[in-house]
Nanobody
Framework: QVQLVESGGGLVQAGGSLRLSCAAS????????MGWYRQAPGKQRELVAA???????IYADPVKGRFTISRDYAKNTVHLQMNSLKPEDTAVYYC??????????WGQGTQVTVSS
């Protein structure tokens, strides 16, 4: 069973930066993609950014140009560098891994709060 452990969330002022990290461990036999989702209060969980095994990245429109996803393939970790943060970026951020078999695993979530 895959375990995902996130770190790096916290409180930051608008315009500031945070870096989220997610380490994957457990029964990993192949990875299609790793990425980040977020869920704000009263809203559905949404994709923030993802990176597939071919190196292709996807970003949600609201974060393009501000967030950067990267992956350490040797360590099965994924990072999300978040710059120019806005209050609307406030949410719980979840790490996601999709295996080669199409099975999705989720981290426990890390809170990001951006004050105005």
């Amino acid at each position: 069973q895959v375990q995902l452990v996130e770190s790096g969330g916290g409180l930051v002022q608008a315009g500031g930066s945070l870096r989220l990290s997610c380490a994957a461990s457990g029964g990993i036999f192949g990875i299609n993609s790793m990425g980040w989702y977020r869920q704000a209060p009263g809203k559905q969980r949404e994709l923030v950014a993802a990176l597939n095994s071919g190196g292709i990245t996807i970003y949600a429109d609201p974060v393009k140009g501000r967030f950067t996803i990267s992956r350490d393939y040797a360590k099965n970790t994924v990072h999300l560098q978040m710059n120019s943060l806005k209050p609307e970026d406030t949410a719980v951020y979840y790490c996601n891994l999709e295996s080669s078999y199409g099975v999705r695993s989720w981290g426990q979530g890390t809170q990001v709060t951006v004050s105005s």
